[in-house]
Every structure is written in C-alpha cells, then in structure tokens.
C-alpha cells in the first residue's frame, strides 16, 4: 500500500487546521468520484469504517447509483 500522497496544508486559511483540511478535502474529492473510499479514508486519516461513519454524519452517500440502477438492484 502506498502512503498518502504529502499535501502542502501551508495555504490554509488560519481558521482551518490541516487535519480538518485534509477531512473537507478527502470528503470533497470523494463526493466528486475523484477518490475512492480508500483513498479518501486514508487521506483524512480514518479507517474505511471510520471515514463511512464521518460520510454519513456529513450526508455524502457511499454509494451513488442513478435511480434507474439502484431499481435494478433491488428488483427480485
């Protein structure tokens, strides 16, 4: 496995910290399909679990079918 990529958190605004930066960014980039849940996870620096429970808790689904699919998944 390959460590997180090292993120130049010097451009922040002072209010923000870098592990609440590095937690939007990671939560951004993965509600945008730019990041996997492991990815993001590891950036934020959670556990899969953890980062699930931090997605739900911001309101970002896990998982993001188009309504059409998500009917064929549920069809029996």
Known sequence: MT???????STLP???NAVE???MMA????EL???SLGQAAEVAGYSK????????Q????VADYPASE??????W
């Not at 911001?58 to 689904?61: E, H, K, L, T």
């Open 14 to 16: 002072p209010f923000v």
């Open 70 to 75: 998500l009917a064929d998944e549920v069809a």
């Open 21 to 23: 930066g590095r937690l």
């Open 3 to 9: 460590a997180a990529p090292q993120l130049d958190m």
């Open 27 to 30: 939560l951004k980039f993965f």
């Open 49 to 56: 679990r953890a980062f699930i429970d931090v997605l739900g």
């Open 58 to 61: 911001y309101g970002i689904p």
């Open 33 to 35: 399909g730019r990041l």
